[in-house]
């Protein structure tokens, strides 16, 4: 992305507020600039000073002749604003500020963020900030934070990870981590406020970076949903992009009007999204640091199916839980792979993946099975469990896995060595060859699984398109007629069944027939005991203008077709602000939201991708005709869904949508009751 070429590779930096105080924030991000050996002009800025840390000082920004590339502000944010105006009367297009005291202290400070972002859009600039930690680009030797990073073991580092977080407080904790570890970043940034730079700005320079094997994110709200999702799609097509999503709670989700809201809550819907980008979803901190640890190089896994050994049954049955909950496969070995492994281990041993080589394991039997295994070209990611026993020779075992690991460059070795003392020279030894080695089996197993998993579904994974946005057409606010919410799906092809006003009660509709209250006062049917079943004749039907629930407001009572039979299934969507129309399909009835067997996609007109989701259902073993049965008509289900996409990118109005049930038998699919909100 060239606008951010001088951004991230300047020539000439700049430091409004440079210090020559080692306690001022000036001075640390000053000396961190020059530590790193960056090999540009360096201005200090500072009013009182002529030299700060060798370099010559200036008064002032304007008092520079030569030219400013990046222009790095860390004074107090009283003051700030004043200086991104010298800043563009003087030409420098890019700016980082790290002063805090804008859009997270309130109006006032949001106030001047947006007099920043005018400034910005009007001149053309590129804008971190404000309230960050700065960023590092290492090919560049460019160090603009106040973290404490680039000591001497940075050189021995492979550099290949782009880091992106909202929080400053995680990102230094991470750089920190990172320290005495061999993980390196080719892109560390702070994005702060985001006021104009954001994750997307960086996703997209990210797309033809070619010194990033991973990229990973700690974001606490997502700019431009849309845009977003394009580009972490793409993204996801080339390397692996892992997100950590803070603030997935929703605590007016259990108030929400309709089924749909209830369950497309908002953590839910941006889970969805995710997922649908092809990210990565981390569900914690330990995950997100776990990851970096795992991924030195970039991999491309054929077979992404995990084989495991382990010289213990316990970790092994622990580990077969975490695999199958991670969606991870144990295929079976080879004829060839048994036979040769039959002649290494005891006779009363057993030869399957998971593979246990028995307690009294030595390193040459490890060697053996080891060789075995990795020498079939299926074999591409192995996962090694030790427990540290009488007889185990923890570092020779160690050196044969690392030279295994040398070996096999292409292939992903992975081991948990388990225990204290005992195994700390073999953990000592894993970490010299680079082997990712992890204190409990289930902690491998579960970032094994995010990885292998983006391995498996990278090559189907299709590039997320952004819908064009459509201008609202309905003024409604709240709760929609009955009639007319019937009277929309029916122009967009979705079936509904035959439903009519009662206002006299010669109605057009065989009985038994079902009769409904309905109203701006009848949210949920079921509870408010509004729905009356199996109605046999008039004197039944007429029962019924007596309830009081008729008397109020703006309610009346509608008769529908009883439907005889057919499984129950909920479709709706909710919008969300940021990502658009969030699709659900699930198990329908009343019982919905207990049961929770549903799933949210994004709104797409693609019958794979719809088919794809409802074969993630557990309602799905039904529809395809379980026990006997004949199965439901999955191509209905699919048909109406589609219908229900295109009726949500239309009415960008309509804020939820739920059709709970919707009967779908052998022939088709018809809607029995439904629910729009505005």
């Known amino acids: 992305m060239d606008k951010l070429k001088s951004f991230l590779s300047p020539k000439s930096v700049a430091i409004i507020g440079a210090s020559s105080n080692p306690a001022k924030l000036g001075w640390q991000i000053l000396s961190n600039l020059k530590s790193a050996g960056f090999p540009g002009d360096v201005y200090p800025i500072n009013l009182h000073e002529t030299e700060i840390l060798g370099f010559k000082a200036y008064p002032t920004i304007n008092e520079l002749k030569a030219k400013v590339d990046l222009a ?22 890019n700016l980082v500020i790290i002063s805090a005291g804008f859009g997270e202290t309130g109006k006032a400070g949001r106030a001047v963020e947006s007099e920043i972002k005018k400034i910005a859009e009007a001149n053309g600039l590129n804008i971190l900030g404000p309230n960050c930690l700065g960023f590092i680009n290492y090919r560049a030797h460019l160090n603009i934070t106040f973290a404490n990073t680039f ?4 050189g021995k580092k492979n550099h290949n990870i782009a880091f992106l977080s909202q929080s400053g407080a995680i990102g ?33 320079y990210l797309l033809t970076d070619t010194s990033s094997d991973l990229v990973v994110a700690y974001l606490e709200e997502i700019s431009d949903g849309r845009r977003f999702l394009n580009l972490v799609s793409r993204l996801a097509k080339i390397k692996p992009v892992a997100i950590l999503k803070a603030g997935r709670t929703e605590a007016g989700s259990a108030a929400a009007m309709s089924h749909t809201g209830s369950l497309a809550g908002g953590g839910e819907a941006v889970k969805a999204a995710l997922i649908r980008s092809g990210a990565i979803v981390l569900n914690d901190m330990n995950e997100l640091f776990n990851l970096m640890r795992l991924i030195k190089k970039p991999l491309n896994l054929n077979n992404p199916d995990l084989y495991l050994v382990s010289n213990a049954g316990g970790p092994l049955v622990v580990s077969v839980d975490a695999i199958f909950e991670s969606n991870l496969s144990l295929p079976k070995l080879s004829l ?13 041993g057993h030869v399957a993946n998971p593979l246990d080589i028995l307690g009294d394991a030595t390193s040459e039997r490890y060697a053996q099975v080891l060789g075995v295994l990795l020498a079939e070209t299926k074999v591409q990611a192995l996962l090694i469990l030790l427990t540290p026993q009488s007889g185990t020779d923890v570092k020779n075992i160690a050196e044969v896995i690392g030279r295994f690991s040398l070996k096999y460059p292409d292939k992903l070795i992975v081991t948990s060595f388990i225990g204290g003392v005992a195994i700390a020279d073999g953990k000592k030894i894993l970490a010299e060859y680079l082997v990712p080695n992890f204190d409990y089996p289930e902690e491998a197993i579960r970032v094994l699984g995010h990885y292998l998993n983006w391995q498996k579904n990278k090559k189907s994974l299709v590039i997320y398109k952004q819908p064009k946005l459509i201008s609202p057409r309905s003024k409604i606010s709240g709760l929609w007629d009955y009639l007319d919410t019937k009277k929309l799906l029916d122009q967009y092809g979705l079936k ?9 009660t010669n109605i057009q509709i065989k009985y038994p027939l079902a009769a409904k209250i309905v109203g701006p006062t009848v949210v949920h049917k079921s509870e408010a005991q509004a729905i009356f079943l199996n109605l046999k004749n008039e004197k039944e039907l007429k029962k019924i203008n007596s309830q009081p629930l008729l008397k109020k407001g ?11 039979d057919g499984l129950e299934i909920i479709l709706g969507f909710k919008r969300d602000d940021n990502f658009g129309p969030i699709i659900m399909v699930g198990w329908g009835g009343i019982y919905t939201e207990i049961i929770k067997d549903v799933r949210l996609f994004l709104a797409e007109d693609n019958n794979h991708l719809i088919r794809e989701e409802i074969k993630q259902l557990k309602v799905y073993q039904l529809i395809q005709g379980a026990r006997g049965k004949e199965p439901f008509d999955l191509e209905a289900l699919v048909a109406n869904i589609k219908k229900l996409v295109l009726l949500s990118l239309a009415h960008p109005e309509i804020k939820e949508l739920d059709i709970n049930p919707a009967f779908i038998s052998p022939h088709g699919l018809v809607a029995a009751d439904w629910r729009i909100i505005s």
Request: aromatic share 8%; no cysteine.
């Open 554 to 564: 703006a309610n009346y009572l509608v008769a529908q077709e009883m439907i005889a």
């Open 336 to 348: 060839d792979q048994k036979n040769k492994i039959i002649k290494i281990l005891p006779s009363f």
């Open 151 to 154: 000591g001497p073991e940075e």
């Open 72 to 93: 790095v502000i860390v004074i107090p944010a009283p003051f700030v604003l004043e200086e991104v105006k010298k800043a563009a009367r003087g030409g420098i297009k």
């Open 172 to 204: 230094s904790a991470v750089l920190d981590w990172t320290k005495n570890k061999n993980i390196g970043f080719s892109l560390f940034m702070s994005l702060g406020n985001k006021a104009v730079l954001d994750e997307n700005d960086f996703l997209e």
């Open 496 to 504: 509904t069944v035959k439903t009519v006003r009662v206002t006299k």
